[in-house]
């Protein structure tokens, strides 16, 4: 019983879902892969507006992806 009761105090004290402290910064939880619980919002923008990839300066966690689809302006 000594291993599930450190086991729930682990996931306790990185938050509830055993990542460690948040970043103050971008709330993020930095050194993580994307979970099942995380959820990112797709937004499309205009090639020419689109910017660059931003991570955050205070953990380094990236915070904006930018994907493309190539040159194809075809409909």
């Known amino acids: 019983m000594a291993t599930l009761e450190k086991r729930v105090e ?3 004290v ?12 971008c709330g993020g939880l930095p ?3 994307p979970g099942p619980d995380d959820t ?3 937004v499309f923008t205009p090639p020419e507006e689109a910017g ?5 300066p205070r953990c ?6 930018i994907i493309g689809w190539g040159n194809d302006q075809t409909s």
């Open 10 to 12: 682990k996931l306790e």
């Open 14 to 25: 990185g938050g509830g879902d055993g990542g460690g402290p948040r970043c103050s910064e």
């Open 31 to 33: 050194d993580r892969e």
């Open 40 to 42: 990112f919002e797709l």
């Open 52 to 56: 660059e990839n931003e991570w955050c």
């Open 60 to 65: 380094g966690r990236q915070t904006r992806i």
